[in-house]
């Protein structure tokens, strides 16, 4: 099996052949509907869904705007090992560098079947002046320690479907992605109308 280690984790590939599933169409539609969001750093947004077997996450290579059924993988297991964890998918490039914490959100909350995250300075600054809650955590991107206080976060919040993260990103929750999708747009409609600094009605 070969294996990838230039992540947080290592990405054993069990089957080099891309994920088929009939919701991966709906995922490339929101991946593309959503782009035009992201900032610079958009290639650590990533989106993914819940499966029968694990989940499909946008590849490790991708940005959103160009997704395509060969760059999405699906997320089989992940073990906890004592030196690195080990991410175990099927497709044709690593796992996001998000994968850790969509799977363990997915296993603390079984009725979320879709996480949005989002590196977007637009709405980081939305969600601030929305008073939206924030983790605070010195632990890296990507990590277990990280993923947990996401829980934690999650759970002090009511299992609220939008939280930021440390400042650097957005996270978006949904029982499907269509929920996640009308969400992370009534978001970005609220910031839109916030009338800018310096400009009046007449």
Do not use: C
Request: aromatic content about 6%; cysteine-free; hydrophobic content about 40%.
């Amino acid at each position: 099996m070969p294996e990838n280690t230039g992540t947080a984790f290592s990405s054993v590939f069990l089957d080099k052949n891309p994920p088929i599933d009939a919701h991966i169409d709906e995922m490339l539609q929101w991946s593309k509907k959503i782009g035009f969001l992201i900032t610079a750093s958009g290639i650590s947004s990533n989106l993914s869904f819940r499966t029968k077997m694990g989940f499909i996450i946008t590849g490790s290579i991708s940005t959103l705007e160009n997704v395509t059924k060969d760059s999405v993988v699906e997320v089989r297991g992940v073990v906890f090992g004592l030196n690195r964890p080990s991410v175990y998918s099927k497709g044709q490039i690593a796992p996001a560098e998000e994968a850790l914490l969509h799977s363990v959100i997915y296993e603390a909350f079984p009725e979320i079947n879709a996480i949005f995250f989002l590196t977007s300075t637009k709405l980081i600054a939305a969600a601030a002046k929305a008073g939206i809650s924030s983790t605070n955590t010195a632990s890296p991107a990507g990590s277990r320690e990280t993923a947990q206080q996401i829980v934690n976060l999650i759970k002090i919040n009511n299992n609220a479907g939008f939280l930021v993260i440390n400042d650097r990103a957005v996270i978006v929750l949904g029982k499907t992605m269509s929920d996640a999708g009308q969400l992370l747009q009534e978001i970005n409609g609220k910031m839109e109308s916030v009338v800018k600094p310096g400009s009046r009605k007449k």
